[in-house]
């Protein structure tokens, strides 16, 4: 079955950068786009970031935009989200997803329904 394993989560200070992974396995990696949510306490999941099939394109929300890269090794069946100036605004459990439609055209998912498998989360506490 497919299995998203989220890793890299951890206590940091406000500046601070941050490197989370995602192994995924049980699926045809490279036909999925992938994404990265976030949940802080006592809020909804939101989307952070979302990237295509090939690597070449990206969408952020708008709190991260200039802050935090998303990339994939398809090779390795990989999913990163590099995490930097960390604010106290960022903590939260970060959850990998994946989405088996590869969207071409412009158009990258953002919304938690288009994404049928998810990982258990990695939680990120930042301090200020």
């Known amino acids: 079955q497919v299995q998203l394993v989220e890793s890299g989560g951890g206590l940091v200070q406000a500046g601070d950068s941050l490197r989370l992974s995602c192994a995924a396995s049980?699926?045809?990696?490279?036909?999925?786009?992938m994404g990265w949510f976030r949940q802080a306490p006592g809020n909804q999941r939101e989307f952070v970031a979302s990237?295509?099939?090939?690597?070449?394109?990206?969408q952020y929300a708008i709190s991260v935009r200039g802050r935090f890269t998303i990339s994939r090794d398809n090779a390795n069946n990989m999913v990163y989200l590099q995490m930097n100036s960390l604010q106290s605004d960022d903590t939260a459990v970060y959850y990998c997803?994946?989405?088996?439609?590869?969207?071409?055209?412009?158009?990258?998912?953002?919304?938690?329904?288009?994404?049928?498998?998810w990982g258990q989360g990695t939680r990120v506490t930042v301090s200020s």
């Open positions: 997803a994946a989405d088996p439609l590869p969207h071409s055209g412009t158009y990258l998912p953002t919304f938690e329904v288009e994404f049928d498998y």
């Open positions: 049980g699926l045809t990696f490279s036909t999925h786009t």
């Open positions: 990237i295509g099939v090939s690597g070449d394109r990206s």
